[in-house]
């Protein structure tokens, strides 16, 4: 008797394992989970600092004679957490905010924030801005500070020197990333994980297989070029083959900043690919494959990046001609990428 039917997946018969259909359960709910990430609405960091906009905090700064004090930070930063459990709630910095200030926070790796960001060439978080109703920065710091520092930048008036100092640490810090932005970043890895594939207009039964190589990745802020070499089994239950594959990945930054609190972002990934069938000798069929394969993916990191791939692909050529009509090998997998 086979087994229960799930969807477009057709029947599985009764030998596949529990556990390849727990897969295909895991499969939706990982895109269920990378749905609501990619929704959420971005959290309060510091409940000192409220989430307005600049604009509205510098016609209330104008109306009560006060300045605004710009809080530039990140889910995944540090030293903002730190501040916002060791500085803030402080009963000191509470008054004194209060007493001289609008203060605000912005998130730097939002869309608004970003644009804030080049606005007041900001290199990094936590950074703070004195910013008059004019919209005229006083003074700035850049880095942690403790209690007493803090309370020393906001309570006293400005300081040339110690603001000429601040500023030249941040230009500096500026150049660097404007220098490592415009050179691609070259870096090698691995690939592997599971996938379920059958042959199309032939078998609605899929099998359980695997994708498991290494890359060459080239990344630029918004690109990325991965040149690959990969073994992968595919071809449906009871008729899975292995094929050494040569995969290009082309992917599109559709966003970077925190993936689930840490540094990274999202792409969609197309990859052309030929495959080369091991042992064709056993087997009456064609020794070769090609196609396209899709993917969404989450990325974690910078220069050393853990990406986990949805990926689907259905390949172009007859594999299988022994039979009527067009068998062609059909994929859907999930991946993990890293590079060394």
Same mark, same amino acid.
């Given at each position: ?215 060459? #990745? ?79 993916? #989450? ?42």
């Amino acid at each position: 008797m086979k087994g229960a039917q799930l969807c477009a997946f057709g029947n599985f018969p009764s030998f596949i394992p529990n556990f390849t259909q727990k897969l295909f359960s895991m499969r939706r709910l990982m895109l269920s989970l990378l749905f609501l990430v990619l929704i959420q609405a971005p959290s309060v960091l510091a409940s000192n600092f409220p989430r307005i906009p600049l604009e509205a905090a510098l016609k209330r700064a104008s109306a009560e004679g006060k300045n605004v004090l710009v809080y530039f930070t990140a889910r995944w930063c540090a030293p903002c957490k730190r501040m916002d459990r060791l500085v803030f709630p402080d009963s000191a910095v509470k008054a004194e905010l209060e007493k001289r200030y609008v203060p605000i926070e912005i998130d730097g790796e939002s869309v608004r924030g970003e644009a804030l960001r080049n606005e007041f060439n900001i290199a990094g978080f936590p950074t703070f801005l004195i910013v008059n109703a004019d919209r005229v920065v006083q003074q700035r710091r850049f880095g942690y500070l403790d209690v007493k520092r803090f309370m020393n930048f906001v309570s006293t008036s400005p300081d040339p020197a110690q603001d000429a100092e601040n500023l030249k640490i941040e230009q500096y810090i500026l150049t660097r990333q404007a220098s490592q932005k415009t050179a691609p970043a070259l870096s090698y890895g691995l690939k592997l994980g599971p996938n379920i594939s059958r042959f199309t207009n032939y078998s609605k039964e899929w099998g359980l297989g695997y994708e498991a190589g290494a890359f060459v #990745a080239l990344e630029t802020k918004r690109l990325l070029l991965r040149p690959g070499l990969n073994m992968i089994e595919k071809g449906g239950a009871g008729t899975s083959r292995t094929y050494v594959q040569f995969p290009l990945d082309i992917g599109l930054n559709l966003y970077k900043g925190s993936v689930f609190g840490r540094t990274g972002g999202y792409r969609v990934i197309a990859s052309p690919y030929t495959a080369v069938l091991l042992n064709k000798k056993r087997y009456v069929m064609p020794g070769s494959d090609h196609g396209v394969k899709l993917g969404l993916s #989450a990325f974690i990191g910078k220069s050393k990046q853990s990406e986990f791939i949805l990926s689907s692909d259905t390949g172009v050529k007859d594999v299988n001609s022994g039979f009527p009509g067009k068998q062609r090998n059909q994929t859907f997998g999930f991946q993990l990428a890293f590079t060394l």
